[in-house]
């Protein structure tokens, strides 16, 4: 679920429409004289963009404006990944709030293969070395994923994987910029249609590998087997994940606490896209060019293969 606080004016045509989704849908929903239930699926860190408010809109909206309504919730939205930091007490304070463990949907439907995938991924992304390996255990039998500095061997790879019309497309953070000189564009749009729905005979298809989907285009869709291209937009020093934005000529930090977690965000929606197994491709990077330095990208290529993840050089 994504929570959007956004003035809808250029959507609707409705002029001064200051409501957030959560606040509409509810002032809506209240119009019932007897009863009516609202039913949210909730996946956690799916904020990827400015305006994307999250739970936290929602309990808001009942606190200040809606008191009379019943909610249910899983106990395990105590995750940080559904809080964005905020206190759960606080949170819930002044609503009627009634917490039920029944209510967590433990079987990923995304990925069929594995319903370790998504706490596998939380675990890469948070740091947490020794809970990743344990889960990328459990899961590599039933569930492929490699990585690889070579385009060719990843592309490669991923044809041989996909069996009959099993789709298989190139996705890669909106972020990250300089893949442009490994030939992948992430600025290029795609239409999705084309991409998600082409055959493999159509070139704008995710089939031929060319055109790439970000973490916008892919949010909410899934392919059977993914090539995630890994960009110098985030980036891992050997203790920690390092945030950047490329602007001009130059990669810049970012310090907003809203910004990383966008980017944070964006490669867990692309590191959960594939049904059945991915590879991860990581550039070699070239010295002779400030943007693109080897050691912006080893210290992912070496972090994965720490965790066990298979390398690949030719296929």
């Known amino acids: 679920m994504t929570t959007y606080l956004t003035n809808t004016e250029t959507k609707k045509g409705q002029l001064d429409f200051d409501m957030s989704e959560p606040e509409f849908l509810i002032q809506y929903m209240n119009r019932h004289e007897d009863w009516a239930v609202i039913i949210c699926l909730i996946g956690g860190g799916q904020e990827i963009n400015t305006g994307e408010a999250g739970l936290g809109e929602w309990f808001e909206t009942i606190k200040y404006k809606h008191k009379d309504w019943n909610v249910f919730v899983?106990?395990?939205?105590?995750?940080?990944?559904?809080?964005?930091?905020?206190?759960?007490?606080?949170?819930?304070?002044?609503?009627?709030?009634?917490?039920?463990?029944?209510l967590h949907l433990s079987v990923s439907l995304r990925s069929f293969r594995s319903e370790n995938l998504s706490g596998f991924v939380k675990s890469l992304l948070d740091v947490e070395c020794v809970d990743a390996k344990e889960l990328f255990n459990t899961l590599k039998d039933n569930y492929d994923i490699v990585i690889t500095r070579d385009l060719v061997a990843a592309k490669n790879w991923i044809k041989n994987k996909a069996r009959g019309t099993e789709r298989y497309g190139m996705i890669a953070s909106s972020g990250a910029l300089r893949l442009k000189a490994e030939g992948i564009f992430v600025k290029n749009d795609i239409e999705a249609k084309n991409w998600f729905l082409n055959d493999c005979l159509d070139v704008r298809s995710s089939y031929y590998l060319e055109d790439t989907a970000t973490e916008f285009d892919i949010?909410?869709?899934?392919?059977?087997?993914?090539?995630?291209?890994?960009?110098?937009d985030f980036r891992f020093n050997g203790e920690e994940f390092i945030y950047k934005q490329f602007r001009g000529n130059k990669w810049i930090n970012i310090n907003s606490n809203d910004k990383k977690l966008y980017l944070k965000n964006a490669y867990r929606v692309l590191l959960t896209r594939a049904r059945q197994g991915m590879v991860i491709y990581v550039p070699y990077g070239d010295d002779n060019d400030h943007t693109r330095r080897c050691e912006y990208y080893n210290g992912i290529y070496e972090y994965m293969k720490e965790i066990g993840i298979e390398g690949i050089s030719k296929y």
């Open 74 to 102: 899983s106990n395990r939205i105590t995750d940080d990944e559904y809080r964005r930091g905020k206190d759960l007490n606080t949170m819930l304070s002044a609503i009627n709030a009634n917490i039920k463990e029944d």
């Open 219 to 232: 949010q909410g869709l899934e392919l059977d087997f993914a090539l995630v291209a890994w960009g110098a």
